[in-house]
């Protein structure tokens, strides 16, 4: 999942960056590097399985609940 397609899906679930770090339990420093491409000045790229979770949160309701995400 690229940066722009991270932000999209961020954008889709009605979630701030801070909303979004809460949710899927990682620093919103994260978040921000992972919609930049970098991190620390270095490339970053979203575990496979957090891009995961964020394809089933965008396609069913129930996971969308488990994470908190009201939307």
Excluded: C, Y
């Excluded at 961020?10 to 990682?26: D, I, M, P, S």
């Excluded at 970053?44 to 995961?52: G, T």
């Excluded at 965008?58 to 939307?71: A, D, F, Y």
């Amino acid at each position: 999942m690229t940066g722009d397609e991270l932000r999209a899906a961020r954008a889709k679930l009605g979630l701030t960056q801070t909303e979004f770090a809460e949710a899927f339990k990682v620093d919103v420093r994260t978040v921000g590097g992972f919609e930049q491409g970098e991190r620390n000045g270095r490339p970053s790229k979203m575990p496979p399985s957090l891009a995961l979770l964020v394809r089933l949160a965008l396609r069913h309701p129930m996971v969308r609940r488990e994470l908190g995400i009201k939307s």
